[in-house]
């Protein structure tokens, strides 16, 4: 005790008194410019300070530190791997991934004929559709989406609707909504598709605009909660709080917008946003906060209400995301499943009914997406518009100039032909299989359980059987024909429902056992589930790795 005083007592002799800060200040500011130089100091170092708070404040010390770590790991493993024995063992294995890659896209030299330059004369329709037809044929693929054995990827409705989506494609293929007075047609069916859409999600007064996809909806969301957050609250260094389970594309928008992004983790059982993190992470820099409904990994839900209060009560921004909920979360109500089924499955409310929800995000899953938002005002700050460029005053309601009029004439005419009773159908059949599969996960398969309680299309499982690896899982059933999606932190699969499942419902569930039970008696550890999920946890260079590979098979993509 007494070592402990004298160390106490001689920190604060250490300590400079008033008269020594006072001696140092007026030595500092003896001249104008000296004066101006400790001013700065200053400032940058209370900027850095209350960063650095803010940032402890959002992520919590323990998560900053382990950061820290993992960082200061990964440099120290990326300075060694540079070393020229390591480099050459690590480019000999991208090498050999590489060849893996091409060898399952590519198909082998003479196998097939390139098309690498124009032809010298044009060919007639009936060649290009009998090529068409050959490459189908020679190329041929892993899953035959029409079996049905895939996790989302093909929304299809029928041969019937597609012969409507087809003909609209026909009537429309050379518009451009960029030119409304050429196509006014297309104008009106894109307001009308918006209409419909707020309609759907209870704010008929709104506005909103169609994109290319989920990620453009989400990337405009994020830079228009950017633009509003300068122009109205003057935020020169804009953040926002999404939870870990949130769409990549919030990662992707925050990139492009140079929007800092604070990541909140999920409660390990609801799988819903931990609030109080959520709570501790806004700031004066905040613009907005993410929740889903239903959000792509678990296919769960986070607490839109409570999320919405916070919005409110701090002036911020509250983007929804439903892109893959879209045409089912909304009508759970009306097919009478929202309340769920034995205390599990509920759906919260999620839509424009809730307090401090500004804008919503949905997908028509036919090549085109719709961002929402309370107000047009807000809308506003989503536009591009340049009025002093040479070529004239140009305006973009989003991220593309001139867009295939055709695709806004295919979702129209496929909402028309859907109608309510269509869709309202099709989410209580949806929802129905994707709860038996749960269901009997939980009830049949003691090996995996079940992540969270997801009221909708999409069901996650993991392994909690130490002796079975969920990932080998995935491989097994990948080698039966079925094509899912692997997850990380917790490892888990999914697959989302859609109506090519109803009919393969059974094979899944038969299939699914199947693989446990090899999975736990003869397990191999080879897959590519595993190979790839392994990897970028098994090191805190793995996910650098895992971008190598990615980036390879982004590559191999565009060889011809």
């Known amino acids: 005790m007494e070592n402990l005083q004298d160390v106490v007592s001689s920190l604060e002799h250490a300590l400079p008194t008033p008269g020594l800060v006072w001696e140092w200040w007026s030595e500092c500011t003896r001249t104008p410019f000296e004066c101006a130089k400790t001013a700065l100091f200053f400032y940058v170092l209370a900027t850095q300070v209350v960063r ?21 790991s990964k440099k120290a493993l990326l300075l060694a791997m540079k070393l020229p024995p390591a480099q050459k063992k690590l480019q000999e294995e991208l090498g050999k991934v590489k060849v893996d890659i091409e060898e399952k896209l590519l198909p082998k030299a003479g196998e097939i004929t390139r098309h690498l330059s124009l032809p010298a004369q044009g060919k007639s329709a009936e060649w290009i559709l009998e090529e068409m037809a050959r490459m189908d044929k ?12 895939l996790s989302g990827a093909v929304y ?39 209409a419909m859409c707020l309609r759907m999600y209870n704010n008929p007064d709104g506005a909103g605009t169609m994109t290319s996809g989920g990620t453009e909806s989400i ?66 820099n905040t613009i907005m906060l993410v929740g889903s409904a239903i959000n792509f990994p ?52 999620f839509d424009f009914r809730v307090r401090g929800v500004t804008s919503i995000s949905c997908d028509t899953h036919k090549g085109s997406s719709v961002i929402m938002y309370r107000d047009a005002a807000l809308r506003r700050y989503q536009y591009y518009v340049t009025p002093n460029w040479t070529g004239g005053v140009y305006a973009s309601p989003s991220l593309s100039g001139s867009r295939p ?49 997801p009221p909708a299309s999409v069901v996650a499982f993991g392994s909690q059987d130490k002796s079975v690896n969920v990932y080998e899982v995935g491989d097994r059933m990948s080698k039966r024909g079925w094509h899912l999606n692997a997850l990380a932190a917790p490892a888990a699969v999914h697959i989302a429902c859609t109506r090519l499942t109803l009919q393969v419902v059974e094979t899944f569930i038969s299939d699914l056992k199947t693989c446990v039970a090899e999975a736990k008696q003869t397990p191999n550890g080879k897959g590519t589930m595993v190979a790839l999920y392994g990897l970028g946890s098994s090191s805190a260079v793995g996910p650098t790795i895992v971008e190598e590979v990615a980036s390879i098979f982004l590559d191999t993509l565009y060889k011809a």
Request: aromatic share 8%; with cysteine.
């Open 298 to 349: 678990d296919g769960n839900q986070d607490d839109i209400v409570a999320l919405g209060a916070l919005s409110a009560k701090y002036n911020i921004g509250l983007h929804v995301d439903c892109c893959l909920g879209s045409f089912i979360v909304p009508f759970l109500e009306q097919a009478g499943l929202a309340n769920g089924e034995n205390g599990r499955y509920k759906l919260l409310s």
């Open 156 to 194: 299809h409705g029928g041969e019937d609707l597609t012969r409507v989506i087809v003909a609209a494609f026909e009537r429309y293929a050379v518009s451009n909504p960029l030119h409304p007075d050429v196509f006014p047609s297309v104008r009106k069916m894109e307001a009308e598709i918006v």
């Open 138 to 149: 020679e190329l041929g693929a892993h899953t035959d989406w029409k079996q049905g054995k």
């Open 219 to 284: 990337v405009m969301a994020v830079k228009t909660y950017r633009d509003w957050a300068r122009d109205v609250k003057g935020i020169t260094e804009p953040e926002m709080i999404v939870p870990v389970t949130a769409h990549a594309a919030f990662d992707k928008g925050a990139a492009y917008m140079g929007v800092k992004l604070h990541e909140v983790p999920v409660d390990p059982v609801t799988r819903q946003v931990n609030l109080s993190r959520v709570r501790r992470a806004i700031n004066r």
């Open 405 to 453: 009029g055709a695709l806004i004439a295919g979702t129209w005419a496929a909402m028309q032909y859907m109608g309510s009773d269509g869709y309202l159908q099709s989410c209580r059949d949806i929802v129905t299989c994707a709860r038996r599969i749960a269901n009997t996960i939980t009830a049949s398969i003691p090996e995996l359980y079940i992540l969270g309680s």
């Open 52 to 72: 650095t708070f803010r940032h402890l404040r959002a992520r919590g010390l323990r998560q900053t530190v382990a950061d820290g770590y993992v960082w200061t």
